[in-house]
């Protein structure tokens, strides 16, 4: 395997994170970049923005190498530090939002971040208090010396303020001019585009989040998309969507950097200031899920914009509660032309991608045709043998783009090829007679809640914590808006007593709030197999007759 994608890839030139802002400010200078709030650059003020936090980064110490970690909302600061770590050789570590004090901890031990980036206040959250929380920051001075993260030098915050125990960034950025041009562009020549440039971290089937490892071949991928769906420097991408999330960063946060195209950045997804950007700035290209989707619909019909700039994007449409919404989308967002695609972290976005002159069944119905540099078929998993078409079976895919691996799970990496190299992804999918494919769900236990990847067996780990707790399932309940929600299943311990309420409080600021069961179900004794494992099938259809009755 590993010869054949070299085979197919060395002909690509090899290109580098670091290297694009240049890029771009050499043939789109003047042309604006990023709109971020009253926040507006120039591909040229980018660079400059991004060449200077560069420079910052290595007066706070970071080496060529180090892990960091950015547990960031989404603002211009973002871009700066996603295309500086690059440049500097530095792998970046993107750190979902919504992650708490478990969640951080896990996260910072397991990537050996040398350095975490990230908020003192951002809305109601008080980052700072988690990270306290979570690591012992020193009373003076900003080096950490936490035996807990042998690995973590410092903790940088953004913000105005300055706090004991951290670095600020401001100050930060004052000291770059202590880091000349020529060593800058020393340590940017240092770095190979087979290095890592990333670790983005995605739930699995072992209990907890596996750091998924790219290099920069990335770019081949968003490069031949970005071909494929007509992106030039004549676009204006609405970016709503998070950058520590695959879709955002390689979407919106590559694809500008890649195209020219500019991008509307804003900090959460709100529909009706997403539309009143599209009218507003004339953007021409927008992503999303079947929740974004079906919000925006929702804010179009109820107050109609000119939407007429709007041209395309991904909408993930294959699975049979989504087609819908997709057909719904396409009436209400005219002259959106929506395109369904595949991706996982793993693989990268748009393995499979629907093209701009499909119709609307292959559109809005198939998750699209297979990109170039991407094998993929459905096996029947337990034989491994082809299905027919139509047949459903778990989706394999071989490509130039897949990981590097799963950060220091070397066991969890050999385990997810087969013998012949095919990248077994879980998914369940069906091919077409035309070669399209239709994404159908998952094999595995794994929930998708709102778009979010949420493994059952990491909240049950958390359940299970508690000192009332004997046994605990996390199933997958439908739910209109966020396609599927956790429901936890509670067993309590001989003489131990719990209330509903309790079990759903115990995971409040400890776990990201996607995690969260929204319900809470109480059983004398958890329905098993022979062999004493938990028949979730039950718990399922339990769940069902009983809440979605209510």
Request: charged share 25%.
């Amino acid at each position: 395997m590993e010869e054949q994608a070299a085979a197919v890839a060395d002909w690509y030139p090899k290109r580098r994170f670091g290297d694009l802002p240049d890029d771009m400010a050499r043939r789109f200078g003047s042309r604006e970049a990023l709109v971020f709030k009253d926040e507006r650059f120039t591909f040229a003020q980018l660079r400059d923005e991004i060449r200077r936090a560069a420079k910052a980064l290595m007066a706070l110490g970071v080496e060529k190498g180090d892990h960091v970690s950015l547990w960031l909302n989404n603002r211009s600061e973002w871009m700066f530090f996603m295309y500086a770590l690059a440049k500097i050789g530095a792998v970046q570590v993107p750190v979902n939002t919504r992650f708490r004090s478990h969640d951080l901890d896990y996260v910072l031990r397991q990537s050996d971040s040398a350095m975490l980036i990230t908020h003192d206040v951002s809305g109601p959250i008080d980052y700072l208090a988690i990270v306290r929380e979570v690591v012992a920051l020193p009373s003076t001075g900003d080096s950490v010396d936490d035996p807990s993260f042998p690995a973590l030098k410092r903790v940088a915050i953004v913000g105005a303020g300055e706090y004991a125990g951290t670095a600020s960034w401001q100050a930060a950025l004052g000291r770059a001019r202590e880091v000349t041009d020529d060593a800058l562009d020393a340590r940017a020549a240092s770095v190979h585009p087979d290095d890592p440039v990333f670790i983005m971290y995605t739930s699995g089937t072992t209990g907890f989040p596996k750091g998924v490892v790219h290099s920069h071949k990335l770019i081949r991928n968003v490069e031949e998309r970005a071909f494929r769906m007509a992106i030039t420097e004549r676009d204006t991408i609405l970016n709503y969507l998070p950058l520590f999330h695959a879709f955002g960063y390689s979407e919106a946060a590559l694809m500008s950097m890649l195209t020219g195209a500019r991008q509307l950045l804003t900090e959460t997804f709100n529909p009706d200031q997403a539309l009143d950007l599209v009218e507003r700035e004339r953007a021409t290209i927008a992503h999303g899920f079947e929740a974004h989707l079906q919000g925006l619909s929702d804010a179009q019909e109820a107050k109609p914009r000119d939407l007429s700039s709007l041209r395309t994007g991904i909408f993930a449409a294959g699975t049979h509660s989504a087609t819908p919404i997709a057909y719904r989308g396409s009436r209400s967002l005219k002259p959106l032309k929506a395109l369904s695609a595949f991706g996982m972290t793993e693989v990268w976005v748009g393995a499979c991608l629907s093209a701009l002159d499909d119709d609307e069944p292959h559109r809005l119905e198939s998750s699209g045709y297979p990109a170039p540099g991407y094998e993929i078929k459905v096996v029947d998993p337990e034989t491994g043998k082809e299905s027919p078409q139509g047949v459903p079976g778990e989706l394999r895919v071989r490509s130039y783009a897949l990981m590097l691996g799963y950060y220091k799970k070397p066991k969890e990496t050999a385990e997810s090829y087969d013998q012949d190299g095919w990248f077994i992804t879980g998914d369940m999918a069906e091919r077409q007679a035309d070669g399209y494919f239709r994404f159908l769900g998952r094999f595995k236990d794994m929930l998708k809640v709102g778009g979010e990847n949420v493994d059952p067996m990491e909240v049950e780990g958390l359940l299970l914590e508690h000192p009332a707790v004997q046994q605990a399932a996390v199933v997958g309940l439908p739910d209109v808006r966020l396609a599927e929600v956790p429901v936890a299943f509670v067993e309590c311990k001989p003489g131990a007593t719990i209330e509903a309420d309790d079990v759903l409080a115990y995971c409040r600021g400890k776990v990201a709030s996607f995690k969260i069961p929204r319900h809470a179900v109480l059983v004398d004794a958890m329905p098993m197999t022979a062999s004493g494992k938990i028949r979730k099938v039950e718990l399922r259809a339990q769940a069902r007759a009983q809440l979605l009755s209510d």
